[in-house]
């Protein structure tokens, strides 16, 4: 993998106004940030080009740092915005950052609809199991058991496994890695951005501060070694036993279908296939 | 449906089909939404025409995501429009809201139907006239036109789309079922001769750009994503830049600026038709459907000597407020028909203020014509009014 430096990142940064950025301090927003630049960076993407969309969240504050076209839209909606603007300019990468609730709970349709379309979006989905922004709610993935601030006696709701959600409505790259594995992160957001169609990179963080503390899952690097024990590559999984499984997560690349046809290229067929054929045009 | 280019030719025209064919005389080409009766022909209509020219059309999940998607579109250099009614509209409110405080330009039609909720699916109504003008959360002032015949839909989609360029903003085009469904002959103009605001495309280098400046002129240059300028837009309180801010002053500037950019502009967006109101001593104040009736009773009232005229807003929101206390304030009574519980009458009262408190002032009277059956407001009904208020 080619080292993007530190000074390489600042190309992609905006500098006015925008730092200091919102997050806690230990919060995997920024790795995953980093990871999306370099991987923009590798792949020598021009900026311009670029739209980066994202919804209402902790983790969908991100754009307003990055120096591309950014849409900082509504909770939930991410993947419709972004649905207009890759329908309208299908040249242009389209990037959706966006968080567990984000995408899952308020935005699950517009989520499953869009992998349904195949339409060509990178979603970086930053699942930190809770609410963040607004202070510790559950989400559709807050473990069984777990605390929150609306869950004071445990939560009783069982939860979603996003992948598989994605796979099951039709998306063509489906990957999932934790923050802590920051290298494998850049390189799965990299194929993302390769990928024609759609594709979700799930990316399992830390929020240190709200769930972190609510579960007394101790300091940021605690929570950054938990995620290297418990996010596993998917064969090691398989052989696990199922009491050993409980708490794990897998990682890696779970679907990368190049069959199916695109969203935007299918509609790209229709409009030539209407396109009246020269000399014919005086009926 | 022979579109002739040069010779202005009469046909005959659904009035939903005037609206895609008026949005898409004015450069229509991006159209995203969910079907609802009784607004459903004109996602079709544009279904069919959008890609034969490279425009786009996308039937999305539900309303919000039709909403959404114009307004990704419409940032990304589109000239949008979605269709709905009232379930519809409700759900597209939060996405309203944003393209306002975004300034993006979007036109959303709202063909309304019996309400409230579910309601009367195939029967008109008026009953979201104030939902046009307060529908969505928060303070933004609204754009709110409403035709009342096919040829008037197809113009005015086009006005809705102009304005929503011209005041980058959410314009939002009234219809009703009735309106939506009938056939008339309609004369289509010449379209060399229609003016059409177009997208100015910046010429300031980026690193100038400021997609919010402070003192704007209509219509100005805005850039779109892809074009380099890489700015920034969020729905929260934000800077010239479009970058989020909690500052009183820039948050200050950006609401003057919301507020402003049609308050200064009332000249320029407010419609209004005066009929026979020169020598009236009643008026009538109606739109859309209604307006017709009350047309039809003026000249039923004039046949038997009654001086009664009518007047209609074209343009609802914003309300045409100078013009209502200039025509209609030295009525001696002013009847409203309309398709709701009082909505236009609410709003009459208020610019009357004083006139019409019946305490100050008791000879004077405003008669309002309510109707929420599904039914229509009939010219016997207007007349018996005026008989009444004579
Ligand atoms: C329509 C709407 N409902 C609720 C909210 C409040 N809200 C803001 S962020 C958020 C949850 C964010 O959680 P997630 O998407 O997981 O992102 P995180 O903050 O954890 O990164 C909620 C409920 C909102 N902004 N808009
Ligand atoms: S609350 Fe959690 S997710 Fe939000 S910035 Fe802080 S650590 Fe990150």
């Known amino acids: 993998m080619q080292k993007i430096s530190q000074k390489s990142i600042h190309k992609y940064l905006r500098h006015d106004k925008k730092f200091p950025h919102v997050w806690c301090p230990g919060c995997s927003n920024g790795i995953v940030l980093g990871a999306v630049i370099r991987a923009i960076a590798e792949l020598d993407l021009k900026k311009d080009n670029i739209a980066m969309v994202s919804g209402i969240g902790c ?8 120096d591309f076209n950014t849409l900082h839209s509504l909770h939930g909606r991410a993947i419709a915005y972004a649905t207009g603007v890759k329908m309208y300019k299908p040249e242009m990468d389209v990037v959706v950052i966006t968080g567990d609730g984000d995408a899952t709970a308020i935005g699950g349709n517009h989520f499953i609809h869009a992998a ?6 990178t979603v970086i989905l930053i699942n930190n199991y809770i609410y963040g922004m607004t202070g510790g709610q559950y989400s559709p993935t807050t473990p069984h058991g777990d605390k929150a601030t609306t869950t004071p006696y445990g939560n009783i709701d069982p939860t979603f496994d996003i992948c598989k959600l994605a796979i099951g409505a039709g998306a063509t790259f489906v990957a999932r890695t934790s923050a802590y ?35 007394k899952k101790g300091d940021a690097p605690t929570m950054m070694k938990q995620m290297k024990d418990d996010v596993i590559p998917i064969k090691q999984y398989e052989k696990l036993s199922p009491e050993q499984r409980v708490n794990k997560q897998t990682r890696g690349i779970f679907i990368n279908d190049t069959e199916k046809m695109e969203y935007t290229l299918a509609y790209q067929e229709l409009i030539d296939s209407l396109k009246v054929p020269k000399g014919d045009s005086n009926e | 449906m022979s ?23 004015a450069g229509l080409d991006f159209f995203a939404g969910y079907p609802i009766t009784p607004s459903t022909e004109i996602a079709e ?10 425009g786009k059309f996308i039937q999305m999940e539900d309303e919000i995501a039709s909403i959404s998607a114009i307004i990704g579109a419409s940032l990304a250099g589109a000239k949008t429009m979605t269709a709905t009614s009232g379930p519809g509209y409700s759900l597209m409110t939060e996405g309203i809201g944003f393209a306002k405080m975004t300034e993006t330009p979007c036109v959303v039609v709202n063909v309304m139907r019996g309400g409230p909720s579910t309601g009367l699916p195939t029967k008109p109504s008026q009953s979201d006239i104030m939902q046009a003008r307060w529908g969505n959360h928060g303070d933004a002032p609204a754009i709110a036109l409403y035709p009342n015949s096919v040829s008037e839909s197809y113009e005015l989609s086009i006005r809705a789309m102009n304005l929503a360029e011209k005041y980058r903003t959410c314009v939002v085009l009234l219809s009703d079922e009735v309106l939506g469904h009938m056939r008339e ?14 997208r100015i495309t910046p010429t300031k280098p980026p690193e100038w750009y400021q997609h919010y400046p402070d003192n704007p002129k209509y219509p100005m240059p805005k850039a779109s994503f892809g074009e380099g300028y890489r700015f920034h837009v969020t729905g929260l309180s934000h800077d010239s830049k479009g970058f989020p801010t909690n500052r009183a002053d820039e948050t200050k500037i950006l609401m003057d600026r919301l507020r402003n950019k049609i308050a200064y502009h009332i000249d320029d967006i407010v419609q209004i038709e005066n009929y026979q109101m020169q020598d009236a001593k009643i008026a009538i104040f109606a739109a859309g459907i209604s307006s017709r009736a009350a047309k039809e009773a003026v000249m039923m009232a004039r046949k038997r000597g009654i001086k009664v005229g009518m007047m209609r807003p074209l343009t609802i929101w914003p309300f045409p407020d100078a013009a209502v206390r200039k025509f209609l304030g030295d009525k001696k009574a002013i009847i ?17 203020g004083g006139i019409w408190n019946y305490e100050i002032r008791k000879t004077k009277k405003i008669e309002e014509i309510h109707r929420t059956d599904g039914l229509l407001i009939t010219p016997d009904q207007i007349l018996k009014s005026i008989m009444e208020v004579k």
């Open chain 1, 116 to 121: 349904r379309r195949n339409i060509d979006l």
């Open chain 2, 336 to 352: 409203v028909p309309e398709l709701n519980e009082g909505q236009l009458s609410l709003e009459l009262k208020r610019v009357m």
């Open chain 2, 45 to 54: 209509i544009c279904s069919v025409e959008l890609p034969k020219f490279g």
């Open chain 2, 3 to 25: 579109n002739n280019k040069t010779n202005p030719k009469t046909i005959l025209m659904q009035g939903n089909e005037a609206i895609a064919r008026g949005a898409l005389a």
């Open chain 1, 181 to 215: 594995h920051a290298v494998e992160t850049q390189s799965f957001i990299k194929q993302a951005f390769k990928h024609k169609g759609f594709s979700l990179v799930e990316i399992i963080s830390a929020c240190p501060v709200i769930y972190g503390r609510l579960n």
């Open chain 1, 59 to 66: 983790s969908s504050r991100m754009p307003v740092y990055a």
């Open chain 2, 185 to 198: 002959p309609i004369e289509l103009p010449d379209l060399s001769q229609v003016k059409i605001v177009r």
